[in-house]
């Protein structure tokens, strides 16, 4: 089975949306959130939340695959932010 560039491109891209996962296990381990920046992973939700509502009104699956998986990601970021903050 052959897989085409935009394929390729998707999946990629759909995986990429897993990078906030990281930062979350990392403050985890550590139970530390001083190298974090929360304002930044409340913008990835904000931008995320409003291209989630335009995957799902132009009901792209890509798009609202994509975006659920950041929202999730990054949600999990600042429930360990508010969970270890000092």
Do not use: C, H
């Not at 990281?22 to 190298?35: G, H, L, P, R, T």
């Not at 132009?58 to 969970?83: H, M």
């Amino acid at each position: 089975m052959q897989i085409s560039p935009l394929e390729a491109i998707l999946i990629g891209s759909t995986l990429l949306e897993f990078n906030p996962l990281f930062q979350a296990i990392k403050s985890v381990k550590n139970k530390s959130v001083e190298d974090v920046s929360i304002w930044t992973f409340l913008s990835i939700v904000a931008i995320g939340s409003l291209w989630l509502y335009y995957g799902i009104l132009i009901k792209n699956i890509p798009l609202i695959v994509g975006n659920l998986i950041k929202l999730f990601t990054a949600l999990a970021v600042v429930f360990v932010y508010f969970r270890y903050r000092k």
